[in-house]
């Protein structure tokens, strides 16, 4: 296959020698989006109107220790009397503010995961005192999908041959009918992850492979043409605030490379239709909390807005390009908002290029890349075809991400198992932590006492032969006391069991 890709006309006896089909717009003027990228910046510490109050932090974390942003509900009661008031300061963080002490009962619970329910005690003159508690999946149940009521063979739109997959409006897949869905937090929720997307993303580079099946007049698949490519691609901003998303296979943009010299390009942005930029294009629909991959999904329709025009995809060759108006469904994590899983038809044929069946289903990965950087990519990619009377199928598989980010102002990443303490002030500041195991754990507290540089950092690392050589689970609560200013010092810990963390700041002399 030649590097030359014309087009002939697209009605009579000549097919296109080379199509380029392009996922999501490679342009998007998104003003200022980017530049506006919002990073949490609260503090670990709140400002309290009377220092000497206890307060209390409740900070929600997932399996793998990232923050959970997910729909949640925290209430914290004491043994007798009203439910305290809290304020949700930032994703999974709730602040609970000049508390009296006592015992309380602390339930957390949120759509698809299990409830927790723990007992804390609030002691007078303690500062701060922090509660992770850690958010485990749910297990969902499997259900076959149940078909609307009716015979499907009287609707042609939703009917399909035994090919490809059935049309998206053919069978909605199983909710829990008990859950009720926000919408909007969803929405909101995946558009950050797609802000966040674009924001930190300057360059990442992968392996790639395709496999294309010619699809007989039976649906039988023929023997694929397999093509192996160095992927990559690259985001480059312009002054306006817009970016441009440009990829590269073996070093080229040659469409030709492709089997049939049929080019399919701009797959990681199909997500991007939860982008605030795209989102006004579709109507959505949130069907309820499914399932994807046997864990629990926010399931989310959308279709194309009649009124507005499709930015996309669209398919171009011969110096023609034709938008397309698509429909389709997506799974999004309900602990991150993270699209797992997306599926799409098309509205309507597109007539301009014959184009009669489109099916598309992308799977998402998370990808860990170096210094703690998470992105979620497309991993397997299916794309079923008819156009001018032939068919095809193709599976792009994605592997061995690299990352390349541009985000100078990345807050530092703790390591697993640690405490992490930032001084944000122009002094040093000198304090102790003071690490307490479990009851009945034939161990001692261990007492660390360091100083934090002005503006620096210190990492404290949890587990036998390290700082604190307490065994992880063996943790039971921690105190870190020192002789800065309230708000002076932002404490943090990535421990994968539930623990507590009192703050107490001001101390004329760091406990030894």
């Keep these: 296959m030649t590097g030359n890709c014309r087009g002939v006309a697209m009605y009579g006896a000549r097919l296109f020698r080379c199509l380029v089909v392009r996922f999501a717009v490679m342009l998007l003027a998104i003003g200022n989006l980017c530049a506006q990228q919002e990073v949490s910046k609260s503090s670990l510490v709140p400002t309290r109107s ?41 994703d999974g963080e709730v602040v609970f503010k000049d508390v009296p002490p006592g015992t309380y009962t602390l339930e957390t619970s949120a759509p698809g995961f299990l409830a927790v329910r723990q007992k804390i005690e609030i002691e007078a003159d303690r500062g701060l005192l922090t509660r992770f508690v850690v958010m485990k999946p749910k297990p969902f149940p499997v259900h076959e999908p149940e078909k609307p009521a009716g015979s499907l063979s009287s609707s042609p739109t939703v009917e399909k041959a035994s090919w490809v997959p059935p049309d998206i409006d053919a069978a909605v897949p199983y909710v829990d009918p008990n859950v009720e869905c926000p919408l909007s937090h969803v929405l909101n929720g995946a558009g950050q992850r797609m802000k966040q997307f674009v924001g930190n993303l300057e360059k ?31 985001v480059s901003r312009e002054r306006a605030g817009g970016f441009l998303l440009e990829e590269y296979r073996n070093g080229s943009v040659d469409p030709g490379q492709f089997p049939a010299q049929i080019a399919t390009q701009g797959l990681p942005g199909m997500a991007l239709l939860f982008h605030p930029f795209l989102a006004p294009d579709f109507k959505f629909t949130c069907e309820g909390l499914g399932e994807s991959g046997g864990s629990a999904a926010w399931q989310i329709h959308f279709a194309q807005r009649p009124d507005r025009p499709g930015r996309l995809l669209a398919y171009s060759a011969g110096g023609r390009s034709s938008a397309v108006a698509l429909k389709g469904r997506a799974w999004i994590d ?19 290029f014959d184009l009669t069946e489109q099916h598309i289903a992308i799977s998402y990965h998370r990808v860990q890349f170096r210094a703690g950087q998470q992105l979620w990519l497309p991993q397997v990619a ?65 007492s660390l006492t360091f100083t934090i540089p002005a503006g620096g950092s210190v990492v404290k690392m949890v587990g036998p032969g390290k700082d604190v050589g307490i065994p992880v689970e063996s943790v039971a609560s921690a105190t870190f006391a020192h002789n800065g200013p309230l708000d002076s010092v932002k404490v943090d810990a990535h421990l994968s069991k539930d623990s507590t963390l009192d703050i107490v700041s001001g101390t004329s002399t760091p406990k030894q």
């Design 50 to 90: 009377d220092a000497g109050s206890p307060s209390l932090r409740i900070r929600l974390r997932l399996p793998d220790e990232s923050p959970f942003s997910g729909s949640a509900s925290v209430h914290v009661m004491p043994n007798e009397g009203y439910e305290l008031g809290g304020i949700m300061e930032s």
């Design 382 to 446: 299916d794309l079923y075809v008819q156009r001018q009377g032939h068919r095809y199928y193709r599976r792009h598989t994605f592997s061995n991400f690299q990352l390349f980010t541009v985000d100078t102002n990345e807050n530092i990443r703790l390591a697993k198992e640690s405490y992490g303490f930032t001084n944000e002030s122009d002094h040093d500041i000198a304090g102790v932590l003071t690490v307490t195991p479990v009851s009945g754990a034939k161990l001692d507290p261990v």
């Design 334 to 352: 309900p602990g991150t908002f993270q699209v797992l899983r997306l599926e799409t038809d098309l509205v309507e044929p597109l007539k301009d």
């Design 204 to 234: 990442f580079t992968a392996s790639e492979q395709v496999e294309h099946s010619v699809v007989d007049a039976l649906g039988a698949r023929q023997s694929p043409a397999v093509r192996k490519f160095d992927y990559v691609v690259m």
